[in-house]
Structure formats: C-alpha cells, structure tokens
C-alpha cells in the first residue's frame, strides 16, 4: 500500500517540521494559528472574483468565501469544508489552495468556516456544513453557479464533512448533489488499522494527534459511533453520489480513507480511488503556493480531471 520512502518534496517537508511540538502538545490556540501561519501567502492567486457573505448559521453567524472562476456564467459550484481536525483552520488556512482548486478545476468554490471544536463539539460542525450546504443550493443562482452542479468537497476533517453532507442529503431528501470529493477523510473511530500503526509516528500527523482531535472534538464518547462522525459506520452506501477518493501511502487515515472507497464501490456508487503511495496526510493542499509540489499538484490535476468528466 505504499512506497518504501515519501516523495522527497514531501520528506523535506516533514524534515523541516520535525524540531516544531507536535499538535497534541500545544494549546489550540496556536494549533490554530499554526495552521493559518503554514499556509500564508503574500500575494493570493487571482480568481474571477472572490465574495466574502455571512448566512444565518444554526449557531448564529456562520461565514462563507465564494470564490468564482474566469469565464461565463453559470458555473458548477463545489462546497468546500476545510481540514483541521475540526479544531483549526478556516477561511484563511485554506484560501490560497481554494482559488488553485478554482483555477485548476474551473469550478466556483464556497469554502465554509464551520464552528470549531472544544468551544462546539460535535454535531456544530456538521449542522453549519449541511446549512451552508442548503443555503447555496437555494440561493446558487445569485452569485452566478448553476445548484444543479453541486459537488461537496473537503480535505481530512473536511473530508469527514463532505462524506457526511452526501449522507444527510440522501437520508433527509435535501440538495441534490452531483459529486463528492473526499481527501484522506477520517471516516471511522481510529481503532484497529493498519496504517495508524505504520505511520502513526514521523509523518506530519501522529496517532497521538488524533486522538487528541477527538478528545476535543466529541463531548461524549458515545458520539465517536454516530454515523454523521464516523460514516463509514452508516448500514447503506446505496444512492450516495459518485465520489473521488484521495489517499497516501504514509497518512495514518489511509486505510479507512481505503475501506470507505470499497464501500462506495460494493454499494454501487462510480468511484475514482486516487492513491499515492508516497505521499503523506494533507498532501494535496501543498499543490497551492508557497509549496506546488510535484505529487500534489499531479493529485489535484486528478481531482480536476474526474470533476470534469462528471460534471460534463
């Protein structure tokens, strides 16, 4: 299931991290700001046009950045949930890879700033990402894209989102969805794979991170089997949209990022599995400056191509 070395972009990458505390060691405080600061940029990529809009959130407000393409209208939109063990990032971290996902893809993208756990513990999150989602199915056509194009994306705990967005959308009749893309998702209790065990050390995330990213993300232990936590954990995978599914060889989410595409796949979902063998979690967010990194840029080029074809 993978290569017997990381790609070398991605190797010196984790080299360069490897003096810095890992995030189960430091307040969340500057896991957050960590986050932002990794990803920072002094001139952001250009787009069409980049509107920042607040909706009424089941918490309150909650944030969206619509991010739309050159060219003519409409254009399928892709909601985008970020990554960040659902305790950091937002709408900063993740901006620069967003308008590379707009430029590479040519869709419009509205990226949303979920509630962030400890201070909302799930299911906060996964309220504002179904709200967010509704909310641009019903207003779409306002800012130029076309509802009947709408694909959920979302990296790690963002993958985690997308995935349970395509479930409730199916169970509660809500927003058609055409597509999802789910990068290395966390789709299960991190119990009992094998690729925790093999990269759970030296490989930008650790075994103890996550699990300090549940203990900040699930109030109650009970909740970790819900199956809008932990999907792979759902009975039926059946009329679930087709999907692309992004894993690596050295992320310790790999082998349930696996299971969830042979689940799709045994359900009768058309699934595109992307696995790279040399690559580590987060991966493909390091296509967008200052990083492009050759794997993740090949990866991201993936997306886009299976993006393409199904929205043709």
Do not use: K
């Not at 349970?164 to 209790?189: C, E, F, K, N, W």
């Amino acid at each position: 299931m993978r290569a017997q070395e990381t790609h070398p972009q991605l190797q010196a990458f984790i080299e360069e991290s490897e003096d810095a505390p890992a995030f189960h060691e430091l307040p969340v405080e500057d896991v957050r700001a960590i986050t932002d600061d990794v990803f920072a940029v002094e001139e952001p990529e250009p787009v069409g046009d980049v509107i920042d809009r607040t909706i009424d959130g089941p918490g309150g407000d909650l944030p969206l950045r619509i991010y739309l393409p050159e060219g003519e209208e409409p254009f399928a939109v892709t909601m985008f949930f970020h990554g960040g063990g659902f305790v950091a990032g937002g709408l900063e971290s993740h901006d620069q890879f967003c308008r590379t996902f707009v430029n590479t893809a040519d869709v419009a993208v509205v990226a949303v700033a979920y509630r962030l756990a400890p201070e909302h513990p799930f299911p906060a999150a996964v309220e504002d990402a179904y709200a967010a989602t509704e909310w641009v199915a019903e207003n779409a056509t306002e800012f130029g894209c076309d509802p009947d194009e709408l694909v959920v994306a979302g990296d790690s705990a963002g993958g985690t989102l997308a995935a349970v967005v395509a479930h409730m959308a199916r169970d509660q009749d809500g927003p058609d969805i055409t597509y999802q893309v789910l990068l290395y998702p966390s789709v299960s209790p991190h119990e009992d794979w094998d690729s925790i065990d093999e990269n759970g050390e030296g490989y930008f995330i650790t075994a103890a991170d996550l699990t300090w990213f549940d203990e900040q993300y699930f109030e109650h232990e009970i909740d970790v089997m819900n199956v809008y936590a932990s999907p792979l954990l759902a009975p039926d995978f059946e009329g679930l949209p087709p999907a692309t599914v992004v894993t690596g060889g050295f992320d310790p989410l790999r082998d349930e990022g696996v299971a969830y595409a042979e689940r799709l796949e045994e359900a009768g979902v058309d699934v595109s599995h992307h696995h790279y063998d040399d690559a580590i979690h987060a991966f493909v967010q390091l296509a967008a400056e200052p990083f492009e990194f050759d794997r993740s840029r090949e990866a991201l080029a993936d997306i886009a191509d299976d993006l393409r074809t199904a929205l043709e």
